[in-house]
């Protein structure tokens, strides 16, 4: 018989250096990706490099925190700041890691697209080619064993030109799964519309993941309203039993020290509806 998954099976944490989110929360942090899982009782990760931390010398010992989970996720390619990742990707290290660990089930491209009013006349709309990334997706498929590669896709993008759009659908068609992000809490009043319009630009061969922001990291920044947290975490547990998502993920464990409202929601959320049994 095959096993049940329930919500909580579904969900990852994004896991990045401790305090690596100061910029915005103007508050000091000191949490560890794994200590911040055990705080939410979040199963699966991703650990995504932030302004080149942690270098991939260091990528060992980040992993060895984290071999008791079921699944984790690596990044290839880190934030906007991480620049070694402009021109070099993180790919060899991934995949010296992945050979020797096996909860590693993927890699993920962070801030992959170069938001218009930041674009140069002779870049693309992405900081790698489709066939960049394509090239790294044959390269993990073909690993010791087969790894999925993710990429982050913001809704704010969905207003771009029509030709900007026909672009990122060719890279994003390059992936296994996207995960989809809403920058400005504000923006989730039209989160159903934005996500209709993704799946329409991306079809049934993609995997769709849904981002969750803990804190309102755009708009000006601050404190996530507990309505919109628990807005976006409803909408992602039906869109899980209807099949139209894959999984959430939560950002970000630099946040689950402070004593936020929406994390506190959250955690209590995981908790009552965390161990629901998923469709099929």
Known sequence: MAQQLTLRDRCWLWGQAPNSHYLWLQQESRITPREAARYLNIPNMMLVVMGNQPAPAEFPTWQADNDDLPRVVWSIMGDASSHRNDTESDLEAVLALAAV???????IMDDLFIFPGNMTESGGVARWTAEQIAQAR???????????????????LLLSEPDYLEQAARHLAACDQVTFWTWEARNLALLEDHFTRLEAMTGPTVGKLLGLYLWDYGGGSGPMP???????????????????????????SPVCDLGLEAVEWTRDWLARVGDEVLPG
């Not at 660990?101 to 890699?107: K, M, W, Y």
């Not at 044959?138 to 590669?149: G, M």
Request: glycine share 8%.
């Open 226 to 252: 507990v309505e919109m947290m628990a807005r976006q975490c409803e909408m992602a547990r039906a869109w899980l039993r209807e099949g139209r998502i894959e999984g959430m993920v939560f950002v970000g």
């Open 101 to 107: 660990h096996p909860n590693i089930t993927g890699a």
């Open 138 to 156: 044959t390269t993990l498929r073909a690993a010791i064993r087969p790894l999925d590669l993710y990429a982050v896709f913001y809704s704010e």
